[in-house]
T-cell receptor
Framework: DAKTTQPPSMDCAEGRAANLPCNHSTISGNEYVYWYRQIHSQGPQYIIHGLKNNETNEMASLIITEDRKSSTLILPHATLRDTAVYYCIVDPGGFKTIFGAGTRLFVKA | ETGVTQSPTHLIKTRGQQVTLRCSSQSGHNTVSWYQQALGQGPQFIFQYYREEENGRGNFPPRFSGLQFPNYSSELNVNALELDDSALYLC?????????????FGAGTRLSVL
């Protein structure tokens, strides 16, 4: 079973920030929080990951709560091309990775 | 582009047949994982190979088997195909360390079993 809980779907207006939540209340100390996304019929694409601290890269920001039981992926200026399924995963590092159903993000013009 | 290539892109087989799917890892990567993704679901972990040895397996029967070659390319073999094996098969390569490995996925092979 997946170790994370995500809303099944979300909408976002183009140009606005998309904030995707994830609960991982049973996360272990050595597990990282990873985010991947999958655009229709393509392979999943890595977005960002973190252990304790907030992280930012050219694609997104990752905010992890202090108790590490939840996190939020932020796409600062969503575009139509960001419409995809977003997977939040907790994992010690790419081993026996368990994907849940993810959040289907619809970015609307 | 992730540098991970899979072949073929599409495949149609009949029940009971055998199939081999291929994956070429990103240069420098020593680990490959295979996933099965049924329509509308997230990918399910099948197994992982590290330096040519199986390094972990998900809840899949023995008729799912694999190989990793010295150049770190990989194969997924499925014997005695069943209708439920129809899915998108994904491979992901990574460079295994003791920490935060990032997996790079190929575009997948879509297998249809009739």
């Amino acid at each position: 079973d997946a170790k994370t809980t995500q809303p099944p779907s979300m909408d976002c207006a183009e140009g606005r920030a998309a904030n995707l939540p994830c609960n991982h209340s049973t996360i272990s100390g050595n597990e990282y929080v990873y985010w991947y996304r999958q655009i229709h019929s393509q392979g999943p694409q890595y977005i960002i990951h973190g252990l304790k601290n907030n992280e930012t890269n050219e694609m997104a920001s990752l905010i992890i709560t202090e108790d590490r039981k939840s996190s939020t992926l932020i796409l600062p200026h969503a575009t139509l091309r960001d419409t995809a399924v977003y997977y939040c995963i907790v994992d010690p590092g790419g081993f026996k990775t368990i994907f849940g159903a993810g959040t289907r993000l619809f970015v609307k013009a | 582009e992730t540098g991970v290539t899979q072949s073929p892109t599409h495949l149609i087989k009949t029940r009971g047949q055998q199939v081999t799917l291929r994956c070429s890892s990103q240069s420098g990567h020593n680990t490959v994982s295979w996933y099965q993704q049924a329509l509308g679901q997230g990918p399910q972990f099948i197994f992982q190979y590290y330096r040519e040895e199986e390094n972990g397996r998900g809840n899949f029967p023995p008729r799912f088997s694999g190989l990793q070659f010295p150049n770190y390319s990989s194969e997924l073999n499925v014997n005695a195909l069943e209708l439920d094996d129809s899915a998108l098969y994904l491979c992901a390569s990574s460079f295994w360390t003791s920490g935060d490995d990032i997996q790079y996925f190929g575009a997948g092979t879509r297998l249809s079993v009739l």
